[in-house]
């Protein structure tokens, strides 16, 4: 069983429709967790983390956290073409340097 | 502001050949990780420098080493290449490991071994 594992997609929906990834990790000893975005042909761009249970929100993103169920989850709203891209899931440890990477969702969205 | 950069951006290598690759942190940071990113895969840790020494380790073999120099840049070398370590090679900077630390990822380095 991978450490942290992803839906592997793709994933597609319609402009304007909200995306959900979901993300479950294996480590109860995970302290940070992390969203990054990865177009075709790119690096990863961070565009999430959330340390706490509960949500947070940064503009279209949420970012959902239970510890207990180990679960992660993005929330995309008014998805947009420009959205389409791998949706990688990252968790730390505690004082552990390392990310442990999903091998990420595809995300289409269609105008 | 600088960001992460990495070079080369590409590299074709044959088997058994080493290879070096070179990554300058964003402005400001101290902590330099380098990942293996295979096809349709999501990054792989090899390992992180801080303070010039290699602080975590994941799980790769001896031909993978690396260097940070006091400026913060580091390297990372492969020696006796293998057809399967053909990859894209991400370096990424952070603040000092604390173990919540944003990763900003260089472009890469996108590695052939024939």
């Known amino acids: 069983q991978k450490e942290v594992e992803q839906n592997s997609g793709p994933l597609s929906v319609p402009e304007g429709a909200i995306a959900s990834l979901n993300c479950t990790y294996s480590d109860r000893g995970s302290q940070s967790f992390f969203w990054y975005r990865q177009y075709s042909g790119k690096s990863p761009e961070l565009i999430m983390f959330?340390?706490?249970?509960g949500d947070k929100e940064d503009g279209r993103f949420t970012a959902q956290l239970n510890k207990a169920s180990q679960y992660v989850s993005l929330l995309i709203r008014d998805s947009q073409p420009s959205d389409s891209a791998t949706y990688l899931c990252a968790v730390n440890e505690v004082n552990a340097g390392k990310s442990t990477f999903g091998d990420g969702t595809t995300l289409t969205v269609k105008p | 502001d600088a960001g992460v950069t990495q070079s080369p951006t590409h590299l074709i290598k044959t088997r058994g050949q080493q290879v070096t690759l070179r990554c300058s942190p964003k402005s400001g940071h101290d902590t330099v990780s380098w990942y293996q990113q295979a096809l349709g895969q999501g990054p792989q840790f090899i390992f992180q420098?801080?303070?010039?020494?290699?602080?975590q380790r994941g799980n790769f073999p001896d031909r993978f080493s690396g260097h940070q120099f006091p400026n913060y840049s580091s390297e990372l070398n492969v020696n006796a290449l293998l057809l399967g370590d053909s990859a894209l090679y991400l370096c990424?900077?952070?603040?000092?490991?604390?173990?919540?630390?944003?990763?900003?990822f260089g472009s890469g380095t996108q590695l052939s071994v024939l």
């Open positions: 420098y801080y303070e010039e020494e290699e602080r």
């Open positions: 959330i340390y706490s249970n």
């Open positions: 990424a900077s952070s603040l000092e490991p604390r173990g919540d630390e944003k990763l900003f």
